[in-house]
């Protein structure tokens, strides 16, 4: 079955330590994976997909395939990043659906 | 340009009723998908338009749930007869093109839609 599994409905940490929402899959293929977020009183917005190996807002994120994870990390936290973040997988070979976890709700304390 | 709007913004209906919700992408984009995000979970995938045809349908839970895009822009998500679990924030999203490598998802603000 696609799954996108989020373990952590909350994530607390300080502002100036280190991030990480975890993000596991399973899906029988090769899946393009994203990381959507979500701030308060605004809409969801793509802020990474593994694809673009790229670092947004000090964010990253790796596809890791042997453990079928796609965990986001920051290594100093800030308090603006404080949102919902999703977990999102899409299926490459012919199909159109997007697969989101639950989310996890970051918050950074001052 | 302005983003992705969809209206209304809140609906309550009483059991029973039909209600319909509608999306205005940005225009210009090819791919539009409609989700449906209960409360404490992420979007769930209902529908995927390409312009006017809806290729993927998959994600409608049920034959009450209908959604159109005739003219390859503004979209309607139908629901008849609507049950308690109908309730929910339907979110309504576009692209530029269909490659999710290449083009982002844009989502509108939702319609939260409470069936009493």
């Known amino acids: 079955a696609q799954r996108v599994t989020q373990p952590e409905k909350l994530l607390s940490v300080f502002k100036g330590a280190p991030v990480e929402l975890k993000c596991n899959y399973s899906?029988?293929?090769?899946?393009?994976l994203f990381w959507y977020v979500q701030y308060s009183r605004q809409r969801l917005q793509l802020l990474l997909r593994?694809?673009s190996r790229e670092s947004i807002k000090g964010f990253t994120a790796d596809l890791n395939k042997g453990e079928t994870s796609f965990h986001l990390k920051k290594p100093f936290a800030q308090e603006e990043d404080s949102a919902m973040y999703y977990c999102?997988?899409?299926?490459?070979?012919?199909?159109?659906?997007?697969?989101f976890g639950t989310g996890t709700r970051l918050k950074v304390l001052a | 340009g302005a983003g992705v709007s969809q209206s209304p913004r809140y609906k309550v209906a009483k059991r029973g009723q039909d209600v319909a919700l509608r999306c205005d992408p940005i225009?210009?984009?090819?791919?539009l998908f409609w989700y449906q995000q209960a409360l404490g979970q992420g979007p769930e995938f209902l529908t995927y338009?390409?312009?006017?045809?809806?290729?993927?349908k998959s994600g409608l839970p049920s034959d009450r749930f209908f959604a159109e895009r005739p003219e390859g822009s503004v979209s309607t998500l139908k629901i008849q007869r609507t049950q308690q679990e109908d309730s929910a924030v339907y979110l309504c999203a576009s692209s530029l093109g269909t490659r999710p490598q290449t083009y982002e998802q844009y989502f509108g603000p939702g319609t939260r839609l409470t069936v009493t």
């Open positions: 899906y029988s293929g090769s899946p393009e």
């Open positions: 338009f390409q312009n006017e045809a809806q290729l993927d």
């Open positions: 999102a997988l899409k299926g490459t070979s012919g199909t159109y659906k997007y697969i």
């Open positions: 225009s210009g984009h090819v791919s």
């Open positions: 593994h694809i």
